[in-house]
């Protein structure tokens, strides 16, 4: 079974629009992290926004916030105010168990591809 | 610049050749990891190095090679790939305990390897 589905292969989204990118997850650890990545066509993996099992609060960082469901088990991106230099492809992460520290070990998802259009 | 460099950036090798992938971080992390990205799979954890000692290695073939000759260095060295061997290959490093982990990998820009 998947560990991280992300069930929307692409997505369009006019400039200056909000746009949310779905990801569920599947755990069966207490303590387990999220992320998300931006992957542009340079190949680069750019992180974009971490997510604690144990925080209360969804997490922000600046245009992205992490709509955060925990019974649910999902983590879904919400980008407001789209950019042009938004497109790109979005990963979901998941860091399963104690952040031990070194070597933490991520499972990705199959990605989304972002198109942000005029 | 993520301070993750890997080089080359791209490299065509015929399925006899034998080549290497470098990764180099300055950023004082003790981690580093190879993941395969191939079109439409999520990415793939091929191995993982804990201060320079290797900790993990998925089920890879022996055709790919690890190196780990300090925390700041890791080489992938290839051989008698196969074309399925196609794919973008990402270095990543982490950072210890005392950031909490929080942002997971610094990864570098990738190698786009093509096998002929």
């Known amino acids: 079974a998947q560990k991280i589905t992300q069930t929307q292969p692409g997505m369009f989204v006019q400039e200056k629009e909000a746009v949310t990118l779905d990801c569920t997850y599947d755990?069966?650890?207490?303590?387990?992290?999220l992320f998300w990545y931006k992957q542009p066509s340079s190949g680069e993996m750019i992180f974009l926004i971490y997510?604690?099992?144990?925080?209360?609060q969804n997490a922000t960082e600046g245009r992205y916030s992490l709509n955060f469901q925990k019974a649910r088990k999902s983590a879904n991106l919400v980008i407001s105010a789209s950019q042009l230099g938004d497109s790109a492809m979005y990963f979901c992460?998941?860091?399963?168990?104690?952040?031990?520290?070194?070597?933490?070990?991520?499972?990705f998802g199959t990605g989304t591809r972002l198109q942000v259009t005029l | 610049e993520t301070g993750v460099t890997q080089t080359p950036r791209h490299l065509v090798m015929g399925m006899t050749n034998k080549k290497s992938l470098k990764c180099e971080q300055h950023l004082g992390h003790n981690a580093m990891y190879w993941y395969k990205q191939s079109a439409k799979k999520p990415l793939e954890l091929m191995f993982v190095?804990?201060?320079?000692?290797?900790?993990e290695n998925n089920s890879v073939p022996s055709r790919f090679s690890p190196e780990c000759p300090n925390s700041s260095h890791l080489f992938l060295h290839l051989h008698t790939l196969q074309p399925e061997d196609s794919a973008l290959y990402l270095c990543?490093?982490?950072?210890?305990?005392?950031?909490?982990?929080?942002?997971?990998?610094?990864f570098g820009s990738g190698t786009r390897l093509t096998v002929v």
């Open positions: 997510q604690g099992s144990y925080d209360e």
């Open positions: 992460a998941m860091r399963e168990g104690e952040d031990t520290g070194t070597a933490s070990k991520l499972t």
């Open positions: 190095y804990n201060f320079k000692e290797q900790t």
């Open positions: 990543a490093s982490s950072q210890d305990r005392s950031s909490r982990g929080k942002r997971g990998y610094t």
């Open positions: 755990t069966s650890d207490q303590s387990y992290g």
